[in-house]
């Protein structure tokens, strides 16, 4: 659209004191993570740090070092699986057609829309019956569980896209319908995957409520419930709160730095058409 | 698409122990908790007798929860008008090609990426009402005592410590809302504005008349989104505020937390989580419903 | 393509079955390990709990504690993980617990306790306790937890500075209360500090302020259901507490217990009631008794001494039973207290303390609990059951708020209907 030049300068400077906006926040967990901790006082949160020290940073990581490991071994196999079942899914629904099928879509839907509170208790009661309740094992499968709805709803999106020429093509040179799948639609999900892949990774690394219900040891919970427990502790040591809800923060915001354009996808899915 | 009967049929068998998990541990359980919420389990071990819409009553009676229901009421008010129009805002300004637009985009966006419970640790800081904000105002010669979300002030029914959550919040999903937007907005035909330009129709009205009507859909969508997400809203106020003095940063997930996970109060919790499910269902299934009968026709 | 897909899948496959190995066989593992959960992670209590650990690690130097801590104050944090885990047949090997209510009507009467009268009986210490701390640990005949220590409730601490600069004498009753914090007011300093960013600090308070009005034999009678809320005293004792908060600290919404605390060591405050705990945060900080703090019973208590205690007890199916039989007896000794409670700032549940090994205040606080009438502690779970405390808490929210006494007593009397034992 062209405008005028006055309006032009109108919305640079709105523009850059939005993104003022934005950033400060930014300003002030970086500048109190680099204090140490004799300078972390009460009234000088906004003053710029004076003595640069890592002091936060090396206490955050003793004590958060093993969360962020339990953070990785938790979203990563979460990530793949959901790329696995996301795919079959919508696969099936974007291509097969039987009785009912968008009605049981639907219903598989809604169960990304569910506040988890009202499957809580079930879900508590169930975890400790089949032995994972209290393990990384147990948060695991019900990422997974709960993670297919959105899998399987971006898959189908992209599925339903392809020409069902494609596909048929595959059938005449005698390929049953796991062989299409196999080899001529997997081939071309790579979008998809990633874009289902880092939006597993995102929610499963930030998710809290999942976690702080169902790990409870220390040596078990993922970061988030980590540093929510460290943020609780009475002493005030700023320095390393900031720290570590930096450290919390930089891996998913690197993914979002570096494939922002499929994380974009990914959250854009989520409003159900794709 | 053609598929072969053999084939059809297994795909069903491949879909159908999935689809079993998944409806077990959606509407299985939500079932389990709705049978819950009908008994009188309140402490550590299981009590299954039924004492009918006892707890449902007794919820709908204590102050905790009708201010939860208060304070749910307007945070997603509020978060909902700023994400909208805000976003809207944002939106436009990148839309309007001004250099340097996937910088600002980059920008305006990145705060979704991270956790609620990382905007939660950061904003409490931020509102702290003696070491944030406050003392920023006071470095600058002003005297501020607004006590943030400590403040138990409160007008008409809206608790004003909601305003601390409510910007942290709307911190985070205004990108959410400005990128939905700006999505909409590159589907705009040129040729339409450009039309309108010819015709001498200035920015204020081409943006009147031609774009808002056009995304008014898109509106709609944005607002399901985010109302459905302030319904549910539980990490942010868990770690940035709690429940607040007088209750009044609490909402309904805070409580069912709390009283299930730490009062042992098993029946009350489900009961809350099945209100909190009623509300949440009213919103996104028409909706549901209506996208996907668009989508199949 | 498809190959690297193929071998995502197994390395996830391979990920998860590992996990799940681990998972299923970190019990075995830690065969020779002690986990003790408790909330205690900073301060005087993190550094007694860490004297009690030494003292263990000396006799038993092959087991290894794993210190399960949860952040949180008064553990509401705690209570929960704890709470779930018990439920999930994942207890932790011995858990930290007030003694009194909260263990019995919680853990006990549930049936996930084991008893430990054993442990006190083969040590040949039944007879080191209290006979009244002894009936607060026991269910039907047998003891349940080891008390590693006595706290006091009803304590107020005070900033000597302050009061010498206006020629006060800490308050012995109520209304000497209300006349020096008027003097305090006037001078534009907050009389009280409160952090009651966690609510149990307001009940904290309100139960001093009930047994001034009181005493201790009705206190007793309203914790037991035999007094109705809208008696004459305990209305007068919400009077008085919601005129208190007309002198408080306005950030007290937003602060903790330990940081109102530290108002009065730092001279920002004049009073704050708290447990003495405090002393043991006090020390850790290096404020000096009589400088810096020092103490009276909270007005018109004394006499009277509100105890809580924490303790120690043996859930069943705890993974490594005999070493938690180790922790209990080492907890119910008195080398084992005699580290644990001068650093914590707290006395020893026995009766043959060291006393050398105790500060001026705990010294005074052992002559106290030696001679004083005894009561339990409400805001500590000592005397009321868990989902009563919870509710009272709730009710108490709103009260600091709105300060409707006819409102609160409402309310109290509706929660006691429901939860006093019948």
Redesign the interface.
Known sequence: MITKKSSKILKYTLAYIAVLLFVFPLYVIINNSLKPFADVRISEMWIPAQNLSFEGYAEAFVKLGQNIQNSFMLVIPVSLFSVMFGAIIGFIFAKVKFKYSNTIFALVIFGMFIPYQSILIPLVRTMNTIGLYGHLSGLMVTHVIYGLPISSLMFRNYYAKLPDELLEAGMIDGLRLVGVFRKVVVPISLPTMVVVLIWQFTSVWNDFLFAVVLTQRPSIQPITVALQNLAGTQVIEWNVQMAGALIAAIPTLLVYIFLGKYFIQGLLSGSVKG | ????K???R???L??LP??L???I??????A??LR?SFTDW????PNMTSVGFENYQRLFSS??FQTDIRNTIFFTLFFLVICIVGGF??SY??????RGESF?R?????????????T???????F?????IN??FR?MGFEA?F?W??S?YSIGGFNVALIALIIAAS?QYLG?TM??FL?GLRGIPDQL?ESA?IDGAG?LA?TWYIILPLIKPITF??M??LG?IS??I??LA??MT??????VTDF??LF???????????AE??A???I??IL??VV??P???S??RG??E | MKKRIMVGLLVALMATTMIFAQGTSDAKAESNTLEIFSWWTAGGEADGLEAMYNEFHRQYPGIEIINATVAGGAGTNAKAVLATRMQGGNPPDSFQVHAGHELIDTWVVSGFMEPVTFVLEDAGYMDKFPEDVIDIISYEGEVYSIPVNIHRSNVMWYSPKLFARFNLQPPKTMADFFRVAEVFKANGIPALALGDNEIWAATHLLESVILAHTGPDKYNALWEGNVMWNDAQVRSALNDFAKMMGYINRDHAALANMDAAGYVAEGKAAMNVMGDWAAGYYYSQGFKQGEDWDWVPTPGTSGNFIMLSDSFGLPKNAPNRDNVIKWLTLCASKEGQDAFNPIKGSIPSRIDGDRSKYDRYLNAAMDDFASNAIVPSVAHGAAISEPWLTRINDIMSVFVTDLNVDKAITEFQAAADRYAPK
């Open positions: 698409m053609y598929c072969a053999k084939d059809r297994i795909a069903v491949i879909l999935m689809l998990v998944l409806f541990f959606v509407y299985g359980f939500i389990w908790s819950i309140n402490s550590i071990l102050q905790r805002f944002l300004l990148l839309y309007s090609k001004l600002l980059t920008i305006y966006l990145f705060p979704l990426s991270l956790s609620f419970v990382v939660g640790v950061l904003w409490r800081w931020i702290s009402p003696e070491v944030g003392s920023l470095m005592t006590g979300f400590t138990t911190w959410y990128a939905m999505a504005i330009q920015e081409i969508s944005a399901i989104v459905h319904l549910k539980f990490d868990y770690v709690g429940k607040g003095p007088a209750f309904p997930g069912m937390f709390e009283t299930t996970f730490r009062g042992n109060h098993y919790g489900a809350i989580s099945i909190m499910l949440v269902a996104i299934v909706y549901l419903i996208t996907l989508d199949s």
